[in-house]
């Protein structure tokens, strides 16, 4: 990276995300501009995230959050929610060996109770091969949902509370992110939307509240290696406060 050159402040110079968290939006969009069906371009995001995982740990980055199926996905045509569960199938399938080969650890959130129980064997059987790999961490958000994984969390708090097992003056932020899908996952320093879209849609909202946001003009069937470093780049040229004054440290 020359981020001296691209005249970003020397100080943030090795600034490093130790985790990006990506809303990989835009295959339907890349199919539409080749006159393609739209299962084609999720296909070609399939690509794009093959690239991402391995320049991702090329670039040292510790984890990487991917958003592949939203609660809000299910009411597309059947037709394509069946592509994007037979793409996270086939991704398990073919990849699995090369990534737990290249040391990467699999994590999966989102609500697996909605899932059919082949996906679901399959989401355990890639977190329990990987389980003790230390390369890099590949989260991956299928059937997730910010206000989804939230609503889970409260209704788990107010059990353990109507139980008389909780008090509820113990409700700090602290405590409720331990109900969280990602309750031993750090919370992203960046976050990287492609396509142009400039919203959250519903990704990490409780974990996000201090990521730098990165939009990026892109279809995600265009992401790769060099995009990747484009938007840590960006990120290494943020001056991030947490609500303070002082520019906080946050490098690797
Ligand atoms: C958004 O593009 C993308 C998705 C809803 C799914 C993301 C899925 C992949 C990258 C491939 C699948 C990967 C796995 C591991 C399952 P869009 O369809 O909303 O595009 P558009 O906004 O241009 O229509």
Redesign the pocket.
Known sequence: MQLRDAGFPERNRDLKPAHIAII???????A?ARGLP?AA??RA??E??RRTVRAAGDLGVEWLT?????SE?WSRPKSEVSD?MG??KM?IRRDLAEIHQAGVRVLMIGERDGLSRDIRSLIEEAEALTAANKAMNLV?A?NYGSRDEIARAARTFAEAAAAGTLDPAEITPEAFGQFLDTRHIPDPDLIVRT?G?QRLSNFLLWQGAYSELVFMPC??PDFGPAELEQAIESFAGRERRFGGVVARDVAL
Not at 66 to 70: H, P
């Open positions: 990989m939006d835009g295959n339907g969009r890349w539409k739209r371009g999720h995001g399939v794009a995230l991917v958003y592949a199926f939203s996905n994007l793409l996270l991704f991956i299928f396509s879209e279809y995600w």
